[in-house]
């Protein structure tokens, strides 16, 4: 071998070590999270190489979740902090939970299916992001969530393009703007003096009665009819749910999602169903989307509807049974106030205490009808003695003394 191949060679190896020594420093690592109960989750960092420090993001629903460190990165002795932060990021409660060791030089520890920390929180959390730096400082970051966009209305068209906003609903990065190609509606000359006629565009999603169950689970026939004069092809059909005007997690499903082509005047039978989560009394949005590539249009339509919670159904049967059973039986009528309290309760949102009370009132009025039956002196009756003694009285008197004046006048005769 010349001096040069020799040269080239040892280059060669020494690069080759170089790039393996940087590739064992970098913190290839993996999130996983377990459900313990409904309100305890466990996170876990596994296949970390030298890790110095971390900061996982989650999407959190409701409330102020606390926080249970294990220390991990302290296992080999190293000095560490952690901590965590709630902030908003366009709109979401974002969870940001990290723990760093506190010497620069540290190389950092290497995890392996380790328990990190638990999260106690009172609704859903998601997972979404993770920035980890290992111990040669260098950064990397992860997004652990993905979903489809949900994309308002396209823009007018203008010069050939239009153009709309996206946003992430459930992972929460930053709104993305797509623009397209798009042709304005043509007008056709007739060629007569009559006037001429237009080809229009025109999409009409109609929505049938909401069958709604205690479970959830909501089901809402739909139809998508070309109201306009041209046809539609490649169409794609898109579903989300929202509450108080914002849309919320939630898994929404349709029959048909695509669609090759909808002609002049046809139109298209499908359902859209949704599984709701949440457990309370309120309104809820069924969003249904639809966008055609050829010729580029997109519309969409909502039905609204009131979903009283999965503890509600059982509630309102249980007041009105007690209402009909407090209707039945007379002898229970000091208990309707009880019930149009409940009834109270329940349009506030207070489901429990709304149960509660309508379930003392059965219990109340089904005690009373069970019992041995006694009899019964109105008070109206006790308050009339004291009248009738004194009646009673002035009549023995007065007979009294007509009798000893009758005695007394006898006996004179005689």
Known sequence: MNKFGLVLALFSFALLILVSSSLSLVSALTISTTDYSPTVTGVKISDSVNLYSYEINFVVVSGTPSLTFADALAKDGATTTNGYELKEINGANILAVYESILDPESPGVNLSDDYVFNITHSGTITLRQIIDVNGQQSEDTDNLCTETLTCGDWSTCVGGVQSRTCQSLTCHYDNTTENQACSATVTNPSGGAGGGSSTTQNI???????????????????????????????????????????????????????????????????????????????????????????????????????FVGKEGGKVLKVVAFTSGLIDEHPECLELKDMILEAQSEFNKGNIQLALQMANQAVDACKN???????????????????????????????????????????????
């Open 204 to 306: 009409k999603i109609e929505f049938g009665v909401p069958n709604i169950q205690e479970s959830g689970y909501v089901e809402v026939p739909v139809t998508i009819r070309n109201a306009g004069t041209i046809p539609f092809n490649d169409i794609t059909l898109t579903s989300y749910l929202m509450k108080n005007g914002q849309a919320i997690n939630g898994t929404t499903k349709l029959t048909k999602t695509n669609i090759a082509s909808l002609s002049a005047g046809a139109k298209e039978d499908l359902t859209v169903s949704a599984n709701i989560k949440e457990n309370d009394v309120n309104f809820y949005e069924l969003v249904v989307k639809f966008d055609a590539k050829s010729p580029v249009y997109s519309d969409s339509n909502k039905v609204l509807f009131t």
């Open 368 to 414: 009373y009808l069970e019992s041995p039956l006694k009899p019964v002196i109105s008070q109206k009756q006790y308050d009339k003695i004291p009248l009738y003694l004194g009646i009673g009285i002035t009549a023995a008197i007065l007979l009294g003394i007509i009798f000893n004046i009758y005695r007394t006048y006898y006996f004179r005769r005689r």
